[in-house]
Structures are given as structure tokens and as C-alpha cells.
């Protein structure tokens, strides 16, 4: 998602120094568009790179998982590949990591590659069972 598909806007109402957990929910190309593999051989290199950026800036992977069917609501649009939660220590850690250069140039194009669709949704916590230190 390069920073001009970010919704500025949007995150800009969060408190940019609140703890914030990312709701990624992703859809593959069946084949990357690199031609290297799958689109989830591409997501999987986007991963490798991505993972240690998160954690540079205290962040953390909570819990992945292959998304395997709507329970409840309309299929239509919401039938996703894979789901990830993904803890940041603050809106502004999420932000400097999607504007870097490293990101931009090393993570996202295989992301890109990799992903017909992948959507982040910014969440605030109510309740958790998950402890982050």
C-alpha cells in the first residue's frame, strides 16, 4: 500500500502516540505478477521483509491465519485469503514504517505483486486476552 493509497486522513483523527493493532485482511493473485511464484510465494517475501521492519519499530506480528469462510454477513466482496494483526506501539511507529524508503522500494513491491486486494483496517482496543510485553 504505498503512502499515497494510505488514508491520511483517516489516521490522522487517531492519537498518532496511542498503541493501535492493524486488521489486515488479503486477497491473492493466483499467480505473482512478477511472474516468481504464487501471489502467496510473493506475500511470503513481502513478509520476510516486512516482519523485521515492524519490529524495528516495537511492533509485533499478534496473530495470522488463513481465512476460510464468511460466518455471518454477505459473502459478496468479503470472501478474503488470509488474516493478520499486526500491534504497532503507536500510529505514528505504523506511519514512519509505510512512508520509509525501505519499505516503499524493498517490501511493497512484493506486496504488490502479491496481493489483488489487501485492506488495513486501524483498531482500538476494547477488550484484549493478548499481551503485547
Known amino acids: 500500500m504505498p503512502v499515497n493509497m494510505l488514508n491520511i486522513e483517516g489516521l490522522e483523527q487517531l492519537d498518532r502516540h496511542a498503541p493501535v493493532v492493524m486488521l489486515n485482511l488479503m486477497r491473492f493473485h493466483e499467480r ?38 464468511v460466518a455471518l454477513g454477505t459473502r459478496d466482496g468479503n470472501e478474503w485469503d488470509f488474516v493478520a494483526l499486526v500491534y504497532y506501539p503507536s500510529v505514528a511507529a505504523f506511519l ?8 516503499e522500494n524493498e517490501a511493497d ?10 485492506v488495513i483496517i486501524a483498531t482500538s482496543e476494547a477488550y484484549s486476552k493478548f499481551r503485547t510485553k
Open 109 to 118: 513491491p512484493h506486496r504488490r505483486n502479491g496481493c489483488a486486494e489487501h
Open 96 to 103: 514512519d514504517m509505510m512512508a520509509s524508503e525501505a519499505y
Open 32 to 69: 505473482s505478477r512478477d511472474g516468481d511464484g504464487s501471489g502467496w510465494d510473493a506475500y511470503l517475501r513481502y513478509s520476510a521483509i516486512t516482519v523485521p521492519m515492524i519490529k524495528a519499530r516495537g511492533g509485533t506480528l499478534l496473530w495470522t491465519g488463513e481465512a476460510k469462510a
